[in-house]
């Protein structure tokens, strides 16, 4: 396993993958039904829906409707990113229904293991892994240092959500960075639109920030940093094609003297990290582990 991924979910995943026959009995769903779906379409083909399992309102029961294999399987059970897996076309087209009764006590982790073996078993899939060269990125601290302010958010305090009429207002500190309220708890807030894409935070650290790098550009990024801790920042980028995860815009503050965020013009995400964040990332050629799947059934094995 490749040590300069550095990606512990990778490492993870395939040896669930690789010691299939070795994972622990006792992490499969008592009563499972997969099929399947009738549902409607939605708007992103295959994305469907998924609601319960653990950390949820409902943990004792996990219920996905009108969605892909490939969301299922990859997204949901793996939690991997596009360039970690090579599988069929029709996977992203044929569309399944899942419910499930999860088990008292079980972790989100576990969670994770029992629907990788419901899918494994019921859809017949077998697989293998191997290395590709692809396209990645270091991500390093250009000359001169960050731009961005280490946290020094309260983890006890309350979160405050976004403002009257469901926009948030960013207020900015004398050195111009923006400000979340103070007195909020760790808070992250991110809005997509038109493709331009908007993330502010005071709690992030450069763990989190590569990995939503990596989704964004669907390339390895790697931390070179040696940023510790967790960091307060806006990152303001062009990202076409970028969905909204709040329901609410970006604005600026109203407040004498604050210049208004401008949404109408974003700069590309490598420009924007280096202006605003004070980081670059740097192109290479590099190796990386990715899941084939060699075989897997359209049909699920009756319930």
């Not at 992030?204 to 790098?213: F, G, N, P, R, T």
């Not at 669907?218 to 967790?230: F, S, W």
């Not at 969905?243 to 924007?272: C, E, K, M, Q």
């Amino acid at each position: 396993m490749l040590r300069t991924m550095r990606l512990a979910a990778c490492l993870s995943v395939v040896s669930f993958w690789v010691n299939a026959q070795s994972v622990d009995a006792r992490l499969t769903f008592e009563v499972a039904s997969v099929k399947p779906s009738e549902a409607p379409e939605g708007p992103i083909p295959g994305f469907g829906r998924a609601i319960g399992g653990p950390g949820s309102n409902s943990p004792g029961q996990f219920t996905s409707t009108g969605m892909s294999l490939r969301r299922l399987l990859f997204q949901i059970a793996y939690n991997f990113k596009d360039y970690q897996y090579a599988a069929p076309a029709w996977m992203d087209k044929e569309r399944y229904d899942v419910v499930a009764k999860v088990p008292p006590g079980i972790t989100r982790d576990q969670f994770r293991v029992m629907l990788q073996n419901l899918l494994i078993d019921r859809f017949k899939i077998t697989s293998h892994h191997e290395q590709r060269e692809v396209t990645m990125y270091d991500l390093v601290v250009v000359k001169g240092g960050p731009k961005m302010k280490p946290s020094t958010v309260d983890p006890k305090a309350a979160l405050a959500g976004p403002g009257p009429g469901g926009s948030l207002h960013l207020e900015r500190d004398a050195d111009g960075f923006p400000a979340i309220p103070a007195g909020s708890g760790p808070m992250t807030l991110g809005t997509g639109a038109n493709g331009q894409s908007v993330l502010v935070t005071n709690k992030y650290s450069m763990e989190q920030l590569v990995d939503q790098l990596s989704r964004n550009l669907n390339q390895p990024v790697i931390d070179r940093t040696e940023l510790k801790g967790d960091w307060a920042f806006l990152l303001h980028y062009a990202a076409a094609g970028s969905a909204p995860n709040r329901n609410w815009t970006a604005a600026s503050s109203d407040a004498p003297g604050v210049s208004p965020l401008d949404i109408d013009v974003a700069p590309t995400l490598f420009a924007a990290l280096q202006s605003q964040l004070g980081l670059k990332l740097e192109q290479r050629k590099g190796p990386v582990d990715v899941l084939v799947i060699d075989h897997a059934e359209k049909t699920p094995i009756e319930n």
